[in-house]
């Protein structure tokens, strides 16, 4: 694409009347564009594409029925398109290096061209999987888009569209980049098994027959520096996936506020929020939810009588938690306190995934909850005593959920751990990553603090409004929203990137494979000796 600048003005970017030799349906929304003005090259994103005559009467005639060159004398200049363009970075054309944030406009005729590879390197960096890590490239072009990593953990960030799109795939991007390159410890709650071990994609064969086959997990990648946790062992065996450690939680770990997080899904009305508390206050936080789960019928009638608490209450409120108490996870007694195991190896710069088998979204939720409470106050605690004395600071943790909007939704979002941890920011080192397919279902204080958001399709309009609240050039991003396809295709803005960009999403393919696995002869030999060793010690037992 070809053009120069017609009009424009900071608050409403600029006009491009396209070449003659150009059609309007080259240009695409979402398209990267460069203008190069006198001093400054602007790199800009198009935002709309219009057909203007010079002659406003012409527009209304016919000219389909001229031949070519009938067509070119009648027409000539003066019906033509006309390109909105966002500028969003600026650069001095003299120095080469640093963009800023645009503040002034190009003059009038200053040309207009498709960005190059260069130019895509010179705003996004080039990849070396430490800093700069490639997510995908612009448009119709090859040039790979960074994100920066370390500002990506930064903050809280979000993966959204809606199903189908490809969240999980550029999530497993997100994760294999961060693991990559040690930007973070990530803590990821796999709700549909798909980060840790192998899973599944299905695939059109091109005749409209889905067709199976199989994406490896953060654990097959980076074997030594992830670590699988797993609610559902049996799944695990079933699907063949490799895990390390059971997790079972205790009836003394569940407090009144966790149950309350389920309130929705257990359909508990305000009596049984009052008696849970009651219970909790005279029975003891730890032993409130083991107690009640034994009672007995007869039993229920006395202790109601002694405490003065109202018996149906209590058999409501026990009825309606048979659920959790059924959960297969959830036990009486546990061998080993799995916070602590988790921290352990979050300290030792290890990757946690923890997988659900077959759990459905009531155990999810319950026991991604709990364990991010604990891991938070760990952390909470550890950076509190780093801060006195300087010493042993724990590593910047990204938490990854699934299905977010059920753990922040604007009526749960003021309670939760979660949304504690987003209006935190960073001060304890932890941040989220969210990925979710209905935006409007998050607390709209939450979704402004979201530093970077990734976005795929979304088509629903209070979703895309609340993608963009608080984003600044909210109007012209919208319409680039609204024009993805419906698969691998990706708005990335905010923190981690310099300027908005549209991305064709990277395939995670055995391509990707081969880029990113672990490449450190050392660690892998450590990773080898381990293993030895593993095989040592089981031949000794026997
Ligand atoms: N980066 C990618 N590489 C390879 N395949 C992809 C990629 N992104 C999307 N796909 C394809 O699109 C399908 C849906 O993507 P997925 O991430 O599972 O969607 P979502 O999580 O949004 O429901 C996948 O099964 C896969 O076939
Ligand atoms: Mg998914």
């Given at each position: 694409m070809k053009g120069r600048i017609v009009r424009g003005s900071i608050s409403t970017g600029v006009e491009v009347k396209l070449d003659p030799q150009y059609t309007v349906e080259d240009v695409k929304v979402g398209n990267f564009a460069v203008i190069e003005g006198r001093k400054y090259r602007y790199f800009s994103l198009v935002s709309d594409v219009k057909i203007e005559s010079t002659n406003p009467a012409m527009l209304v005639d016919s000219f389909e029925d001229e031949d070519e060159l009938a067509r070119e004398i009648i027409v000539g200049d003066s019906i033509f398109g006309n390109i909105s363009l966002n500028p969003m970075l600026m650069a001095d054309k003299e120095q080469v290096g640093e963009t800023r944030a645009v503040r002034t406009i190009p003059p009038h005729s200053s040309p207009v061209r498709t960005a190059t590879d260069e130019d895509v390197a010179h705003v996004f960096g080039s990849p070396d999987n430490k800093v700069f890590f490639s997510m995908g490239t612009p448009l119709e072009m090859d040039s790979p888009v960074c994100v920066n990593l370390p500002k990506l953990v930064e903050r809280c960030s979000g993966i959204f569209g809606k199903a189908g799109t490809g969240k999980t795939f550029l999530t497993r991007l997100a994760l294999a980049g961060i693991t990559k390159s040690q930007a973070a410890v990530n803590l990821i709650f796999d709700a549909h098994n798909e980060y840790g071990w192998e899973a599944t994609k299905e695939e059109d064969r091109g005749d409209g027959v889905l067709q199976e086959s199989h994406v490896k997990g953060l654990k097959q990648l980076f074997p030594s520096r992830v670590v699988i946790f797993t609610l559902d062992p049996e799944s695990s065996r079933r699907r063949g996936a490799k895990f390390d450690h059971e997790i079972n939680l205790a009836h003394s770990q569940i407090t009144p506020e966790d149950v309350l997080l389920l309130q929705s899904q257990l359909n508990l009305n305000s009596t049984a929020t009052e008696t849970m508390h009651l219970l909790s206050g005279k029975m003891g936080a730890e032993h409130w939810f083991g107690l009640l789960a034994e009672m007995a019928a007869e039993e229920m009638k006395d202790y109601a009588e002694e405490h003065g608490l109202h018996l149906g209450a209590l058999q409501a409120l026990q009825r309606k938690l048979k659920r959790v108490y059924d959960l297969p996870f959830m036990k009486d007694k546990i061998p080993f306190d799995a916070v602590d195991k988790i921290m352990q190896y979050l300290n030792a710069g290890k990757h946690v995934v923890i997988e659900f088998g077959s759990t459905q979204l009531l155990g999810y939720m319950m026991v991604t909850n709990i364990l991010t409470k604990r891991i938070h106050a760990e952390y909470v605690r550890r950076m509190e005593k780093y801060q006195a004395t300087r010493e042993n600071k724990p590593p910047h943790l990204v938490i990854s959920i699934e299905e977010a909007h059920r753990f922040l939704s604007p009526e749960l979002a003021r309670d939760t751990i979660f949304a504690t941890i987003a209006r935190e920011m960073r001060k304890f080192n932890v941040t989220l990553l969210l990925v979710d397919?209905?935006?409007?279902?998050?607390?709209s204080e939450v979704m402004s603090q979201i530093g970077t958001k990734i976005a795929c399709k979304l088509d629903d309009e209070s979703d895309v409004n609340a993608l963009l609240t608080g984003v600044h050039d909210a109007k012209n991003l919208r319409n680039i929203l609204y024009s993805l396809d419906s698969k691998q295709q990706a708005l990335i803005l905010g923190h981690a990137v310099p300027m908005p960009v549209v991305i064709k999403t990277r395939n995670y393919d055995a391509q990707f494979y081969n880029e990113i696995v672990e490449t450190n002869y050392q660690e892998n030999d450590k990773a080898f000796n381990e293993m030895v060793n593993d095989m040592y010690n089981d031949d000794e037992e026997i």
């Open positions: 397919q209905r935006t409007s279902g998050i607390d």
